[in-house]
């Protein structure tokens, strides 16, 4: 039997974040998560799609004749023909990034793959979930992103890139909660701290307002 996959969607947008913010992409959107953080705004991807055949899925992807990839979810990795898909998609000359969690091991993703990290900060809920092992399994071409609701989600996270030295790492990417973290207050922050971190907005939400499937 060929390997499948639960799909929600698959389209060609504007990669809205990480330090491919601004490139044409196509999104591929594995359906189901074991999180629930509070603030999540793909929960339409927890359940329902469709199930696909790797091959058809390249299929879908090849239409948009589009040289980036990014495989996301939901948590793609909660899926066991995800680590499958991202080396088809590489093999086929894409260059590919993961959205995940960090709740699931992500020590067998193709290296090829630039791993974005979503650490879980407290205000998220599911603080609990992350696994901190994956963070030893970082390179300079993955990168580490904290979305903060609160001034303590800020002081949570300065705390674990330091103590972890996170920094010297990889990329660290810090965005605000839309409607509960004030953006230009989380920029004061950074600057008043001289962190060396990249501040970022979701640009997909900025350009327009129902981001789904764009």
């Given at each position: ?15 809205g974040?990480?330090?491919?913010v ?54 793609p ?115 008043d ?15 327009w ?6």
């Open positions: 039997m060929p390997a499948t996959l639960r799909i929600t969607e698959i389209f060609h947008s504007i990669q974040e990480s330090s491919r601004g490139l044409p992409t196509v999104f591929v959107r594995l359906t189901g998560c074991p999180l629930r953080c509070v603030w999540c705004d793909t929960e339409y991807a927890f359940s329902g799609g469709e199930t696909l055949a790797i091959k058809d899925i390249l299929q879908r992807v090849a239409r948009f004749d589009c040289a980036t990839v990014c495989v996301t979810g939901g948590e990795l909660a899926q066991k023909h995800c680590l499958t898909l991202l080396a088809a998609l590489c093999d086929a000359g894409h260059s590919v990034s993961i959205e995940t969690s960090g709740a699931l091991d992500i020590g067998g993703v193709d290296p090829r793959v630039a791993r974005i990290i979503d650490l879980k900060a407290p205000g998220s809920g599911e603080q609990a979930k992350n696994r901190w092992e994956n963070l030893d399994l970082l390179t300079a071409g993955d990168e580490l992103k904290f979305v903060l609701a609160s001034r303590g989600d800020y002081d949570w996270a300065v705390s674990a890139c330091r103590q972890r030295r996170l920094f010297e790492r990889c990329p660290v990417l810090f965005s605000p909660v839309q409607g509960q973290l004030d953006p230009a207050q989380l920029a004061q922050w950074i600057m701290d001289r962190l060396p971190v990249r501040f970022q907005l979701q640009l997909h939400k900025v350009l307002s129902d981001a789904r499937g764009r």
